[in-house]
């Protein structure tokens, strides 16, 4: 059933009228900046401080950031990190606090906020170190790189997701179905830094890079992250359009099928990055079809900044825009 949604969803996007859409749940970091700047987390109630219960903790949070379920994620993180800092040694338990730190990285990013990313992506990078996983460590690196994307260090941060696309390909503690899917992770976000960059040649090297690399294997079980062919495309995408190609960005969306992408949060960033395209192509309808879509893939994926930002600019054709206004107010834009 969900699959047949999906693919509806995206014949809504390309052909057809527009759609209604549900409400949207605002998410809060206030729990997890508390326990970022004043320690206030505990370990929660019935949770087990042992190797078995925090790989769930991992698990289970890894789980809630794939189903874009980010409000339940940013309240059980804090309680989740405390639980694997109570592990003893500190060495068996720090991939783990990195593990929760890296999803925490993510999570802000998601959300807007900057000055947590850059905490976050710091202790996660920190704790694997000291876990000394080769996979953990990549990821860290991943969202370091990202760190000072948004910070505006461009050039910085691209040469950070390529070294550690390197130092992961040369690991061999590891199966290589994960090195390769945390080598696919890292040229692609590599690649996605370059476009913003505005260096057209590095981008399209770096994204084809991770489509062949991407062609060597697929994700396994184990990997940190989603990966794979599909995952590339996702990317491609972005650097398209953030090398201001709309028009073949759109025509690359055409050719993804949304329902084969792991995740919820894969399917409604994918209708969000579409919903962009069509915006700097000029398209409203289109665009709003495309959020429409992605807050019925993923409804909590729709409070971020960019599709406030959409959404407020579709505003001005209200009229032509049936719902328009609700879905803005759900998004978190402040309608009058």
Not at 33 to 49: F, K, Q
Not at 119 to 134: C, F, H, N, V, Y
Not at 155 to 166: H, M, P, Y
Not at 243 to 260: C, V
């Given at each position: 059933?969900?699959?047949?949604?999906?693919?509806?969803?995206?014949?809504?996007?390309f052909?057809?009228?527009?759609?209604?859409?549900?409400t949207?749940?605002?998410?809060t970091?206030?729990?997890?900046?508390?326990?970022?700047?004043?320690g206030?987390?505990?370990?929660p109630?019935?949770?087990?401080?042992s190797?078995?219960?925090?790989?769930?903790?991992?698990?289970?949070?890894?789980?809630?950031?794939?189903?874009a379920?980010?409000?339940?994620?940013a309240?059980n993180?804090?309680?989740?990190?405390?639980?694997?800092q109570?592990l003893?040694?500190?060495?068996?338990?720090?991939?783990?606090?990195?593990?929760?730190?890296?999803?925490?990285?993510r999570l802000?990013?998601?959300?807007?906020?900057?000055?947590?990313?850059?905490?976050?992506?710091?202790?996660a990078?920190?704790?694997?170190?000291?876990?000394?996983?080769a996979?953990?460590?990549?990821?860290?690196?991943?969202?370091?790189?990202?760190?000072?994307?948004?910070?505006?260090?461009?050039?910085?941060?691209?040469?950070?997701?390529?070294?550690?696309?390197?130092?992961?390909?040369?690991?061999r503690?590891?199966?290589?179905?994960?090195?390769l899917?945390?080598n696919?992770?890292?040229?692609?976000?590599?690649?996605?830094?370059?476009?913003?960059?505005?260096?057209?040649?590095?981008?399209?090297?770096l994204?084809?890079e991770a489509?062949?690399?991407?062609?060597?294997?697929?994700?396994?079980p184990?990997?940190?992250?989603?990966t794979g062919?599909?995952?590339?495309?996702?990317h491609?995408?972005?650097?398209?359009?953030?090398?201001g190609?709309?028009?073949?960005?759109?025509?690359?969306?055409?050719?993804?099928?949304p329902?084969?992408?792991?995740?919820?949060e894969?399917?409604?960033?994918?209708?969000?990055?579409?919903?962009?395209?069509?915006?700097?192509?000029?398209?409203p309808?289109?665009?709003?079809?495309?959020?429409?879509?992605?807050?019925?893939?993923?409804?909590?994926?729709?409070r971020?900044?960019?599709?406030?930002s959409l959404?407020s600019?579709l505003?001005?054709?209200?009229?032509?825009?049936?719902?328009?206004?609700?879905?803005?107010?759900?998004?978190?834009?402040?309608?009058?």
């Amino acid at each position: 059933m969900r699959r047949r949604e999906l693919l509806a969803a995206a014949a809504v996007v390309f052909t057809t009228p527009l759609a209604g859409a549900t409400t949207a749940e605002a998410s809060t970091l206030a729990p997890l900046e508390d326990h970022l700047l004043y320690g206030t987390a505990t370990v929660p109630r019935h949770s087990e401080v042992s190797p078995a219960g925090v790989a769930a903790a991992v698990k289970a949070s890894r789980q809630d950031f794939r189903a874009a379920r980010y409000d339940a994620l940013a309240r059980n993180l804090p309680g989740r990190i405390a639980q694997a800092q109570a592990l003893e040694p500190a060495e068996l338990s720090a991939t783990a606090v990195a593990d929760l730190y890296n999803i925490a990285t993510r999570l802000c990013i998601k959300l807007g906020e900057d000055g947590l990313v850059a905490i976050t992506a710091d202790r996660a990078l920190t704790s694997a170190r000291i876990g000394g996983d080769a996979l953990t460590i990549a990821e860290a690196h991943r969202m370091v790189s990202s760190a000072w994307r948004r910070q505006g260090h461009l050039a910085r941060a691209t040469d950070i997701a390529v070294r550690a696309a390197q130092d992961v390909r040369a690991d061999r503690s590891n199966p290589e179905t994960a090195r390769l899917s945390a080598n696919v992770s890292l040229l692609a976000t590599a690649a996605y830094t370059a476009a913003k960059m505005g260096d057209r040649p590095t981008a399209h090297a770096l994204i084809g890079e991770a489509a062949e690399a991407a062609e060597c294997g697929r994700t396994s079980p184990e990997a940190h992250t989603d990966t794979g062919t599909q995952q590339v495309l996702l990317h491609q995408l972005s650097v398209h359009y953030l090398l201001g190609d709309a028009g073949q960005a759109i025509a690359l969306a055409k050719t993804i099928n949304p329902a084969a992408l792991p995740t919820a949060e894969r399917q409604g960033r994918f209708f969000t990055d579409v919903a962009r395209c069509f915006d700097q192509w000029g398209k409203p309808e289109q665009c709003y079809r495309a959020l429409l879509a992605a807050e019925r893939a993923a409804p909590q994926e729709i409070r971020r900044g960019s599709v406030k930002s959409l959404a407020s600019g579709l505003l001005r054709h209200d009229r032509a825009l049936p719902g328009v206004r609700a879905f803005a107010g759900r998004a978190g834009v402040a309608v009058n």
